[in-house]
């Protein structure tokens, strides 16, 4: 005998159906991962980091049932000084030969409005894991116009999120000297974008560009 369900059922197995997170791709050519530091209460130093990736399962419907993970080639940091890049890798700092990936998990998102919310998750720095809160927004949401050769008409939504990390909750607690040049919290800021990919060709630039 078989039985039938409920429309009550029916309905929530199909909402849930349509609601699975979809994957969307990181547009390298179109990302940023910058920071500054206070330096003796003068101008700040800044920097970025050059080379990272990421996933994006992104749940429009439940956006708080998205996982989104960064991870961060820690030696591609870039302050644009030789010297002091070169001690930021350093055991004082980054320590990239013991610990050479940088990543973040995302643990929770609260959405504060239809574009913009906070962002929680474990930042994982030197081999020690600590959790941080990035405020993002979404800037835009649309399609690739049909002109631009190689962008295949592709959904594009950009993003923008800031944060702050206390380095000492990572181990990093060199200090040069009294009122050192290094301050104990690094402000974060991220640009990026995020295309939808699947089944687009392999010539694509907003897909493949640096893969």
């Known amino acids: 005998m078989i039985r039938t369900l409920p429309l009550a059922a029916l309905l929530m197995a199909a909402t849930t159906a349509q609601a699975a997170p979809t994957e969307w ?5 179109h990302a940023h991962i910058g ?14 980091f050059n080379s ?11 956006p708080e049932n998205s996982q989104i993970t960064f991870t961060i ?14 001690h930021l890798r ?6 990239v030969e013991a610990a050479p990936q940088i990543t973040f998990t995302s643990t929770d998102i609260l959405m504060l409005t ?22 993002f927004k979404m800037i835009r949401d ?12 592709v959904r594009v939504v950009g993003f923008e999120a ?31 974008d995020l295309v939808q990919c699947a089944g687009v060709p392999d010539s694509n630039i907003p897909c493949t560009w640096g893969r």
């Open 25 to 29: 791709t990181l547009d390298l050519g």
């Open 142 to 153: 649309r399609t690739y116009p049909d002109f631009i050769p190689d962008y295949d008409e």
């Open 52 to 62: 990272f990736d990421g996933t994006f399962l992104i749940d429009e419907e439940a």
């Open 162 to 192: 800031t944060g702050e990390i206390l380095r000492l909750d990572h181990g990093m607690d060199f200090i040069a000297f009294l009122d050192s040049p290094t301050g104990l919290s690094v402000d974060v800021d991220l640009h990026f």
């Open 114 to 135: 239809p574009t913009s919310g906070k962002l929680t998750g474990d930042l994982s720095l030197r081999g020690q894991t600590a959790p941080v809160t990035l405020d």
């Open 35 to 48: 920071w500054e530091i206070n330096h003796m209460g003068l101008s700040r130093t800044v920097g970025r």
């Open 90 to 95: 350093h055991s004082d700092y980054l320590d």
């Open 73 to 86: 080639d820690a030696a591609s940091i870039d302050s644009n000084h030789e010297a002091r890049d070169t």
